[in-house]
């Protein structure tokens, strides 16, 4: 009953956008095919074709489709638009430095969405949303300690993975295949509780990487991930 009434509150151009996401998710059509035409979907859903214009164009603004004029609307490629960083899983990195990754879960949690996480995520306030927060080691080392939030509906089985045996990068590549992300880098003190799961001295610099991703036109993930800047270094090249 409460799903029913979720649904007839959902505008309808929304559930359209659902349904193709959904259906692209689930496989019915893969990345360069043709999905049902504008007409098509105007019979399907019974809406005007104004309704289903929009849905069709806000994925493409988004680039879950793509448009070919006098060929029609496709499935648009999944890749990150533009990146100074590879998206890579950290216990990857480790392991191509020769050397032993381990992480230790410090929480999993479904939470409600703060103001301020509502509207990374444009979800409304209150929103449940997936936490996790998880130290990774080197060599018996903390070199990250990574604070995430996911979006239940691009990676529904989050909380039941094994975060001591994959990284939520790994099921995040599998559960909810990377569109594009965004990202910053700064130096910032570390609070208290950062200090005690990277064995820092009280008020020492690290380096803090925040970074947002997306797939089928959702924001999946929001991280926020502090490493210590005393043996800590990023990288990349562009070009």
Known sequence: ???????????????????????????????????????????????????VNRAVRELTAEHVLTRRQGA????APRKIQA????????????????????SAPRLLEQAGASELLAAQFALAAG?????????????????????????PACAPLYLEQDFSAITPNQHLMLAAPLQDATFSIEAQAAPR???????????????????????LGRVASVATMWHPGHLYQFTGSVG
């Open 83 to 102: 990146s100074l960083l590879d998206i890579r899983s950290i216990a990857d990195e480790v392991r191509a430095r020769g050397h032993r990754h381990r």
């Open 127 to 151: 929103a449940p949303l997936f936490h996790s927060l998880i130290v990774h080691y080197e060599d018996e080392v903390p070199i990250q300690a990574e604070d995430r939030w996911v979006n």
């Open 193 to 215: 509780d950062i200090v005690e799961m990277l064995a820092l001295e009280k008020g020492q610099c690290c380096l803090v990487l925040k970074r947002k991703t997306r797939s």
């Open 1 to 51: 009953m409460e799903q029913q009434i979720a649904q007839e509150s959902t505008p309808i151009f929304q559930r359209i956008k659902d349904y193709l996401m959904g259906e692209i998710a689930a496989g019915r059509w893969k990345e360069g095919e043709l999905v049902p035409s504008e007409q098509a979907l105007v019979r399907q859903f019974g809406v005007s074709r104004m309704t």
């Open 72 to 75: 029609g609307t496709f499935v």
